[in-house]
């Protein structure tokens, strides 16, 4: 089993910054894809961006140039920068991670949700 907490989530101005954190704990390994998603009021849950286990990363059309996403393997974290939020960027945002089991099966671990919020 894997467990994912996530932090960071909060109120901030159009234009700001947050980071947020996502510590996995339980049966985790380097070689997981790990990543963020969002979902807005009314909306389907949303791919953010996602990393592989070599680093490689996958943003939406809606985040380039204003997330990064990051990992630290050693503390079993990723991380996801927003820079210049908009009021579009509003939304619970899920830390997953992704464990293939065959190039057609996977299961996935989600978190709880931390709550970001984008209002002047």
């Known amino acids: 089993q894997v467990q994912l907490v996530e932090s960071g989530g909060d109120l901030v101005q159009p234009g700001g910054s947050l980071r947020l954190s996502c510590a996995a704990s339980?049966?985790?390994?380097?070689?997981?894809?790990m990543g963020w998603y969002r979902q807005a009021p009314g909306k389907q849950r949303e791919l953010v961006a996602t990393?592989?286990?070599?680093?490689?990363?996958n943003y939406a059309d809606s985040v380039k140039g204003r997330f990064t996403i990051s990992r630290d393997n050693a503390k079993n974290t990723v991380y996801l920068q927003m820079n210049s939020l908009k009021p579009e960027d509003t939304a619970v945002y899920y830390c997953n991670v992704r464990r293939q089991i065959t190039s057609a099966v996977s299961i996935d671990y989600w978190g709880q949700g931390t709550q970001v919020t984008v209002s002047s």
């Open positions: 339980g049966s985790i390994y380097s070689d997981y894809a």
């Open positions: 990393i592989g286990s070599s680093g490689s990363t």
